[in-house]
T-cell receptor, first 114, second 114 residues
């Protein structure tokens, strides 16, 4: 079965500190992994993706994610959090057989305190 | 550039009434189109996806149906709404490609069934 797990419902971090939002996945074949951000009452916005190549992927708004094949993880990171980063973050994986389908994690609420 | 529209933005409907939500995409051809439902501001549930006109794949048996009458138009419908149909409905599109599969989401429709 193909799935994505985001083990933390909520992550709290102080502004200026580094942040990590965790994601682990299970997929057949090569993993195609994505991070999205959602602000209240809005659609999701694409942040970054891992297809192949470097394990450290850089994306929008200073975010990056580290792909770890042995741990089947794709954690989202940012060196210095901003209050405006407070939002709901989703990890997603593409189906290994049906390239038209995606599986999303349950979401992690990031709270950045001033 | 590509844009995706959804309407209405909010909708309050009585139980047993019909539903029609519309999604249109501009600036791209032959996109994959998706309907998701997000309950309680959390995880996304894939409802339907379409890889072409008239082609609909249903992921979850339920009270809803989808249609794609034109290349860039995707409609979500119900003949009789249930209380459990309440939620935030998101339309998304992606390019049909093995390499570039990130999804782009519309602003969403907040449906409340009373």
């Amino acid at each position: 079965a193909q799935s994505v797990a985001q083990p933390e419902d909520q992550v709290n971090v102080a502004e200026g500190n580094p942040l990590t939002v965790k994601c682990t996945y299970s997929v057949s074949g090569n993993p195609y992994l994505f991070w999205y951000v959602q602000y209240p009452n809005r659609g999701l916005q694409f942040l970054l993706k891992y297809i192949t190549g470097d394990n450290l992927v850089k994306g929008s708004y200073g975010f990056e994610a580290e792909f770890n094949k042995s741990q089947t993880s794709f954690h989202l990171k940012k060196p210095s959090a901003l209050v405006s980063d407070s939002a709901l973050y989703f990890c997603a994986v593409r189906d290994g057989y049906n390239f038209n389908k995606f599986y999303f994690g349950s979401g992690t609420k990031l709270n950045v305190k001033p | 550039s590509q844009t995706i529209h959804q309407w209405p933005a909010t909708l309050v409907q009585p139980v047993g009434s019909p539903l029609s939500l519309e999604c249109t995409v501009e600036g791209t051809s032959n996109p994959n189109l998706y309907w998701y439902r997000q309950a309680a501001g959390r995880g996304l549930q894939l409802l339907f996806y379409s890889v072409g006109i008239g082609q609909i794949s249903s992921e979850v048996p339920q009270n809803l149906s989808a249609s794609r009458p034109q290349d860039r138009q995707f409609i979500l419908s119900s003949k009789k709404l249930l209380l459990s149909d309440s939620g935030f409905y998101l339309c998304a599109w992606s390019v049909f490609s093995r390499q570039y599969n990130e999804q782009f989401f519309g602003p969403g429709t907040r449906l409340t069934v009373l």
